[in-house]
């Protein structure tokens, strides 16, 4: 895994638990 697709998860992660929230926030 490049780091660049490490990223690329962590920030789907992070997306994914706005998404849950539904917490409308500019990032």
Known sequence: VTD???RIE???QVLGQ???RQV????
């Open 18 to 20: 706005l998404d849950d």
């Open 24 to 27: 409308p926030r500019n990032i």
């Open 10 to 12: 962590q920030i789907a």
């Open 4 to 6: 660049i697709e490490d």
